[in-house]
């Protein structure tokens, strides 16, 4: 009389736990959107980093694009800005 009891818990307890594998919190399907919710995730990053590499880029180009206009005019051409003295020494 016992073991068919026991039998039956184990049968109940062997499909409750399918259950959960199939249809529960945690469930493979469940996984695998996980996963692929991940993998799109991994792909708007990486191309968020590479857009955020090329705005550093050309801000990097533009501070020092500024400076190096900026000394080849105060070299070359001679510029002074508003409020400065320019003097020339010559040997």
Request: glycine letters at 6%; zero cysteines.
């Amino acid at each position: 009389m016992g073991r068919p009891r026991i039998t039956l818990m184990l049968i109940t307890l062997l499909l409750v736990l399918h259950a959960q594998l199939w249809f529960g919190r945690g469930s493979l399907s469940g996984v695998a959107q996980l996963q692929a919710q991940l993998a799109e995730q991994y792909q708007r990053n990486s191309q968020a980093e590479i857009a955020n590499k090329q705005l550093a880029a050309e801000v990097r180009d533009l501070k020092e694009g500024l400076e190096m206009v900026e000394e080849k005019a105060r070299m070359e051409l001679g510029m002074v800005k508003a409020n400065e003295i320019y003097v020339q020494i010559s040997r």
